[in-house]
């Protein structure tokens, strides 16, 4: 990837952010911590891994994306607004909002874009398996990508998933883990140890790669090697919960809670010197 190339998305990554904190403190619900995160995972999928056409959803050999914990929907929203799915203003105004297309959690019939519905954690994993066994059994060419989280990890159908696509060697799938060590109640090793996770995987018959799930380069690179391997492949996210705003780094009391008006006020400069700075 060019520098030119990672410039253009780090400046997308900061816009997604501004406008996702926006929509937030607009509809005064919503969460904060684990969608600041992992903004430049879903830039990278829309803006660069992918193939769909954001002005054709339906197109038949587009790629499968399938949201496992339907809670970090902000994220995806912003970033799929961003590459021309729908207005980023009908987002930043109605998230959250009576009848909106943009719910709290994504409801696949109510917005193009969304193969599936998500929020009860756990099953979208399970989704993305029987999508990638379809597609092989039609003999179709698209790949099936899947983002789960650490916090989720904690319900058994996700491994009943995992032990599936590993014994049966689903390679035309990809998943991605959103390590981010917090969940909605503590961090997740003091709520319930994962480690070692990668080895888990691996138990599971996974190819497994960790990356900075920060860096654009690195994302785009191991979902090229996972495209190689004969096997599913699971790419852990190292990432940072709030990223780019101090006051929600890293801090497990914002998993569930919007800014408020006047923490967006303070907020926002912050963004915005980011975004000079690149
Ligand atoms: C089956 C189910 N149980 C509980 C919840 C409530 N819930 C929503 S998010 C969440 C925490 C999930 O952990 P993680 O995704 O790691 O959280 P984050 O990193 O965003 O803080 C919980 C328990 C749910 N949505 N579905
Ligand atoms: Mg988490």
Not at 38 to 60: G, Q
Not at 89 to 102: M, N, S, V
Not at 204 to 218: A, C, K, L, S, T
Request: hydrophobic share 40%.
């Amino acid at each position: 990837m060019s520098d030119l190339d990672t410039l253009k998305l780090k400046k997308i990554a900061v816009d997604c952010r501004i406008d996702m904190l926006k929509a937030l403190a607009n509809a005064q619900s919503g969460h904060s911590a684990g969608p600041l995160g992992i903004i430049e995972f879903f830039v990278a999928m829309y803006f660069k891994i992918l193939h769909h056409d954001p002005k054709n959803p339906l197109l038949p050999d587009r790629d499968r994306f399938i949201l496992s914990a339907g809670h970090y929907c902000p994220a995806m929203y912003v970033a799929m607004a961003h590459s021309g799915y729908f207005p980023v203003q009908e987002f930043i105004k109605t998230l959250r909002q009576f009848e909106t297309r943009f719910q709290g959690h994504p409801h696949n019939l109510a917005l193009p874009g969304i193969e599936t519905t998500s929020g009860p954690l756990g099953q979208g994993i399970s989704q993305a398996v029987g999508m990638a066994l379809a597609a092989k059994i039609d003999k179709k060419n698209h790949r099936v990508y899947c983002l789960t989280t650490d916090g989720e990890s904690q319900e058994g159908q996700v491994w009943e998933a995992l032990m599936w696509a590993g014994g049966k060697n689903l390679d035309n799938l990809t998943a991605y883990i959103d390590r981010n060590f917090i969940q909605i109640d503590g961090n997740t090793e003091d709520v319930l140890p994962l480690e070692p996770l990668a080895d888990k995987y691996r138990a599971f018959n996974w190819h497994v790669i960790e990356v900075d799930g920060h860096n654009f380069q690195q994302i785009t690179e191991a979902t090229d090697e996972a495209k190689a391997v004969h096997r599913p492949t699971m790419i852990i996210l190292h990432t940072i919960p709030g990223k780019d705003v101090k006051e929600i780094e890293n801090d497990y009391t914002w998993h569930g809670r919007p800014p408020t008006h006047d923490e967006l006020k303070k907020f926002l400069p912050e963004l915005e010197k980011i975004k000079k700075s690149l």
